[in-house]
């Protein structure tokens, strides 16, 4: 958990405990019987010390709110040069690199990429073992330019079992799953870091929070007994457009 997660996590726990406790004090107050006349003054103090404490409560939320989303935006720019390749099969004493440059050059048609337009080329995670699962590989580029040019030709890839995506924030990773969940795995895709969504009535959007997608969840509601499989999405289709 980042630093961050951590200060909303405890700012949810506070809030709650607040929450509880005013509870609490306001159904001591209201039970107090023949003595209620004489606390009258104090639930009045009560009760404005209550709403203060939630307009508090509340413009914490937002600051963490706003701190999170600047980080997001931030480290997604941090990833603009990276893309995640997944489908080579693992070995030990494999050479990642070569894997992925033999892919480009006669799969996706493109020669002039070479070792030197590639900074950084790894497995993701910790290696397990037992598992037969293979890690997907972390590929971060020169420029931008290069990858947007292997982005592009990300169709040479199809029918190959190696698949290409963007290196996605936690949070943006989140909101692109839940998305294609709603929507379906072909309404669902990203371009530069933003999900994009088609909605059904054929307009495409962009987002990048989990509020941005609850409000399109909101306007969109999935029909009863609808799944993605009812909108014509097909398993695997979205893994080539993320």
Do not use: Y
Not at 21 to 50: C, H, N, W
Not at 51 to 69: D, N, Y
Not at 182 to 204: E, K, L, N, Y
């Amino acid at each position: 958990m980042s630093q961050l997660d951590s200060v909303q996590s405890a700012q949810e726990d506070l809030e709650q405990f607040f929450v509880e406790r005013m509870d609490e004090l306001e159904a001591q107050i209201q039970s107090a019987g023949p003595a209620k006349d004489t606390v009258a003054k104090v639930a009045e103090e009560f009760r404005t010390f209550r709403e203060l404490m939630f307009k508090m409560l509340g413009l914490l939320r937002k600051q963490i709110a706003e701190c999170s989303r600047v980080v997001d935006c931030l480290e997604t720019r941090t990833r603009r040069k990276a893309l995640i390749f997944t489908g080579f099969a693992e070995a030990e004493k494999e050479d990642c690199r070569a894997l992925v440059l033999d892919v480009l050059h006669k799969r996706m048609a493109l020669p002039d990429i070479s070792s030197s337009s590639i900074t950084a080329c790894h497995r993701l995670g910790a290696a397990s073992k037992g598992s037969t699962r293979s890690r997907p590989i972390l590929v971060r580029f020169a420029n931008v330019d290069c990858r947007s040019a292997i982005w592009k030709a990300k169709t040479g890839l199809k029918g190959s079992g190696v698949t290409v995506k963007e290196f996605l924030t936690r949070t943006r990773q989140t909101v692109f799953s839940r998305a294609r969940l709603h929507f379906g795995i072909t309404s669902c895709w990203t371009q530069d870091g933003v999900i994009v969504v088609r909605s059904p009535d054929g307009a495409r959007l962009k987002i990048s929070s989990l509020v941005e997608l609850e409000r399109l969840v909101a306007k969109f509601p999935k029909k009863a007994g609808e799944s993605a499989a009812a909108t014509g999405s097909k398993p695997g289709t979205g893994a080539r457009r993320n």
